[in-house]
């Protein structure tokens, strides 16, 4: 099972940004989908997930700002970040617990991409 990030780079505050991310390989399904970000010296920290019913949970700091949001048929998740704030620079990373059938399920990490806000 992999996951494929896109998006993120660089951007003014106040701009917008969106980063998407595919699952593929073989599994049943993907269960919670979502992304963390981590800056350096720091734990990596939830930022948006979402289970397949389209439930989401926010971090504080960005509600209001990111929107997540899923496809279950394409097993893919996409984060549209806008107001962006300089503290909103760091290495995002997509998750998803994959569920692999009778092998079990995968706590499943992309490779992470940075997003860096000037001030």
């Known amino acids: 099972v992999q996951l494929q990030a896109s998006g993120g780079g660089w951007v003014e505050a106040g701009g917008s940004l969106r980063l998407s991310c595919a699952a593929s390989?073989?599994?049943?399904?993907?269960?919670?989908m979502g992304w963390y970000r981590q800056t350096p010296g720091k734990q990596r920290e939830l930022v948006a997930t979402?289970?397949?019913?389209?439930?989401?949970t926010y971090a504080d700091s960005v509600k209001g700002r990111f929107t997540l949001s899923r496809d279950n048929a394409k097993s893919t998740v996409s984060l549209q970040m806008n107001s962006l704030k300089p503290e909103d620079t760091a290495v995002y990373y997509c998750?998803?617990?994959?569920?692999?059938?009778?092998?079990?399920?995968?706590?499943?990490w992309g490779q992470g991409t940075l997003v860096t806000v000037s001030s």
């Open positions: 998750n998803a617990d994959v569920d692999r059938g009778i092998i079990g399920s995968l706590d499943a």
């Open positions: 390989g073989k599994f049943f399904r993907v269960n919670d």
């Open positions: 979402a289970n397949r019913l389209g439930s989401t």
